[in-house]
């Protein structure tokens, strides 16, 4: 059976890797983006130059309506749905929780619970053998930050993805007799665009040396541990947690 998957935030960083090495595996690949078209659109071009499938749809996943659009055309244009990954998320300047404002955290929160719940539940309506699906597999992004707190950065981010690893831990319990299995990679200080969201470029620079393997990582080394627990060798494998941390 043809594999589909459904990427969101795949216009850059960890998205955008694992959109191309699935469609090296010949995954059929919803590129998800909430604004940069032009960034999805190559990401789509370089996955179909190598003889893979791919289309790039736009939705923020913070708005319930765009995601329900997202599953619906994906699966018009390619097919039955039978793998999600959940990595879109949003990270905003490094502060403290005593400079925390509720509209701060809510956005936050918005996208990197609320949505990430909302695509598990479009995903599980698609892939579960009781509506009718095949099975599959979901793949959750969550961050090592889960586990520091982040302290003096982005509490309000590692929360979120507290959120998201209990998410991953409950469905896989619901989901398992539907033939679906999710699981969780948590990644460290990954060389991606998104420090800069934080308001700190080089950050995985500065941490480097405090890590055992004294580096960052790469985008296309969280996208293999993904395709990993996407495929049929992690079988008997669901509700569990890889770290991409460098030993973190």
Not at 196 to 211: H, N, S
């Amino acid at each position: 059976m043809k594999q589909v998957v459904v990427i969101t935030g795949a216009s850059r960083g960890i998205g955008a890797a694992t959109a191309k090495l699935l469609g090296s595996l010949d995954y059929s690949v919803c590129v998800n983006y909430r604004k940069n078209e032009q960034a999805a659109s190559a990401v789509v071009q370089e996955i179909k130059e190598l003889g893979g499938n791919a289309i790039a749809l736009q939705a923020d996943i913070s708005v319930e309506a765009d995601v329900v659009g997202l599953f619906e055309s994906a699966e018009s244009e390619l097919g039955p749905i039978t793998a999600l990954v959940n990595n879109a998320g949003v990270l905003f300047a490094q502060t403290t929780v005593a400079n925390l404002d509720a509209e701060r955290i809510n956005t936050l929160l918005q996208t990197n619970v609320t949505g990430t719940f909302i695509c598990c539940r479009e995903a599980v309506k698609r892939i579960a053998k009781s509506a009718g699906g095949s099975g599959g597999s979901i793949v959750n992004v969550s961050s090592v930050a889960s586990r520091t707190g982040s302290p003096f950065e982005y509490v309000d981010y590692a929360a979120s993805k507290g959120a998201v690893d209990t998410l991953t831990r409950g469905l896989s319990v619901e989901v398992a007799q539907e033939g679906i299995r999710v699981n969780c990679v948590r990644p460290g200080a990954i060389d991606t665009e998104m420090h800069a969201d934080g308001g700190e470029p080089d950050r995985v620079q500065r941490v480097a040396e405090k890590l055992p393997l004294k580096r960052g990582g790469k985008p296309t080394e969280v996208a293999n541990a993904v395709a990993w627990l996407l495929s049929d060798e992690t079988s008997y494998c669901t509700g569990s947690f890889i770290d991409l941390s460098g030993g973190l």
